[in-house]
């Protein structure tokens, strides 16, 4: 079965720029996760999402940063007015169920490298 | 945030054993994941303890203390392919995963 993907892989943005990245889970998973990866740090949560319903955006840097997910499957990370400190790698993982527990991990997408000039 | 530390580089022989550390500090602590990160990779998952002791998994085995808030990652018989960054991530609550920085592994022949 597919994984989890996501598109555009590589995204360079003039600053002021607005950018939507896609994630398309794997196929029946509950829980969809955003996170930013800085070059040479781990992933840092942005937002969660149980099927449409956004249940943690906390991780979200600023009201620049917005995600939905309405049917809950693909869902949207729109970043509006880019800033060159946006620059990072966007990481999409889903799992199977919520609320998480025992082995259920996430399995993550390969990224979406967003490049602010 | 929560204070996730792992060693930030490490090296070590093709064939050896090397062991690499996480502490953490954490409310509702509810079970610690070991990653594999290839450069410009997703992560996959290694490893998962939430009780005490020793998980071993083929080459991989994971340790946690939760009295101590420490894990290990052991891998033993290094291949080249190993060479990746290691991320310790503790999972709050339910849904609430926080990474560590991760620890480049560098095998060497």
Same mark, same amino acid.
């Given at each position: 079965?597919?994984?989890?993907?996501?598109?555009?892989?590589?995204?360079?943005?003039?600053?002021?720029?607005?950018?939507?990245?896609?994630?398309?889970?794997?196929?029946?998973?509950?829980?969809?996760?955003?996170?930013?990866?800085?070059?040479?740090?781990?992933? @840092?949560?942005?937002?969660?999402?149980?099927?449409?319903?956004?249940?943690?955006?906390?991780?979200?840097?600023?009201?620049?940063?917005?995600?939905?997910?309405?049917?809950?499957?693909?869902?949207?990370?729109?970043?509006?007015?880019?800033?060159? @400190?946006?620059?990072?790698?966007?990481?999409?993982?889903?799992?199977?169920?919520?609320?998480?527990?025992?082995?259920?991990?996430?399995?993550?997408?390969?990224?979406?490298?967003?490049?602010?000039? | 945030?929560?204070?996730?530390?792992?060693?930030?580089?490490?090296?070590?022989?093709?064939?050896?054993?090397? %062991?690499?550390?996480?502490?953490? %500090?954490?409310?509702?602590?509810?079970?610690?994941?070991?990653? %594999?990160?290839?450069?410009?990779?997703?992560?996959?998952?290694?490893?998962?303890?939430?009780?005490?002791?020793?998980?071993?998994?083929?080459?991989?085995?994971?340790?946690?203390?939760?009295?101590?808030?420490?894990?290990?990652?052991?891998?033993?018989?290094?291949?080249?392919?190993?060479?990746?960054?290691?991320?310790?991530?503790?999972?709050?609550?339910?849904?609430?995963?926080?990474?560590?920085?991760?620890?480049?592994?560098?095998?060497?022949?």
């Amino acid at each position: 079965g597919a994984g989890v993907s996501q598109s555009p892989r590589y995204k360079v943005a003039k600053r002021g720029q607005d950018v939507a990245l896609r994630c398309d889970p794997i196929s029946g998973h509950v829980s969809l996760f955003w996170y930013q990866q800085a070059l040479g740090q781990g992933p @840092e949560f942005l937002t969660y999402f149980q099927n449409e319903a956004q249940l943690d955006k906390s991780g979200l840097p600023s009201d620049r940063f917005f995600a939905e997910r309405p049917e809950g499957s693909v869902s949207t990370l729109k970043i509006q007015r880019t800033q060159q @400190e946006d620059s990072a790698v966007y990481l999409c993982a889903s799992s199977l169920r919520f609320p998480a527990g025992g082995q259920e991990t996430q399995y993550f997408g390969p990224g979406t490298r967003l490049l602010v000039l | 945030g929560q204070n996730i530390d792992q060693p930030t580089e490490m090296t070590a022989t093709e064939g050896a054993i090397v %062991q690499i550390n996480c502490t953490y %500090q954490t409310s509702g602590f509810n079970g610690l994941f070991w990653y %594999q990160q290839h450069a410009g990779e997703a992560p996959t998952f290694l490893s998962y303890n939430v009780l005490d002791g020793l998980e071993e998994k083929g080459r991989f085995s994971s340790f946690l203390s939760r009295s101590k808030g420490y894990s290990y990652l052991l891998l033993k018989e290094l291949q080249m392919k190993d060479s990746a960054s290691y991320l310790c991530a503790v999972r709050r609550d339910f849904n609430k995963f926080y990474f560590g920085s991760g620890t480049k592994l560098n095998v060497k022949p």
